[in-house]
């Protein structure tokens, strides 16, 4: 007689839900838990891992769907990506593009506001580099010190190496810069 095959435990052996058990970083592997089950390592799912390459590994807890081809866990990989308890979403805004790092540092750009904000933790730097060069078209304000290791260029007056009209002995005024 033939056995009769149950859908439901077929399509439970090939998605799970589980949570990330533990990461590797040097293999890009991970370890998940399921129920009573922990597989052995297993590669994640990133958006992009080609000539375009997204490193953003799991995180020890987060939520994740594991996709296991014909019942084979140990030939599984890992879709992480879900939200839950232990980290919700951070925003509920259909315009906002959100990233959020752990120590607090967020690049959002909301679409309807036409707003791109970046924030950064105390003590966080931000470094370009562009040996090509930088362009900013817009106004700047800027609140704090500001160094410029050779010279500062404004509406074609350098800052280093202006000259001065009018220039007299004394207590006077020096005229504008030329």
Known sequence: MAQTLDPEQLTGDVLRLGVIASVDHANAT???ES???V???LPWI???AGSVCVWSPPTVGEQCLLLSPEGDIENGVVIVGLYCDAFPSPSANPDLVHLEFR???VIAYDQAGHALTVTLPA???AYVDAPGGLTLNCDVTVNGKLTASTDVIGGGISLKD???SG???GAAQTGAPV
Do not use: F, I, L, N
């Open 30 to 32: 991970c370890t998940v």
């Open 162 to 164: 202006h000259k001065h």
């Open 39 to 41: 597989t052995g390592e």
């Open 46 to 48: 990133s958006p992009r």
């Open 167 to 169: 220039v007299q002995a």
């Open 123 to 125: 003590g966080g730097t």
């Open 35 to 37: 129920g009573d089950v």
């Open 103 to 105: 120590d607090g540092a």
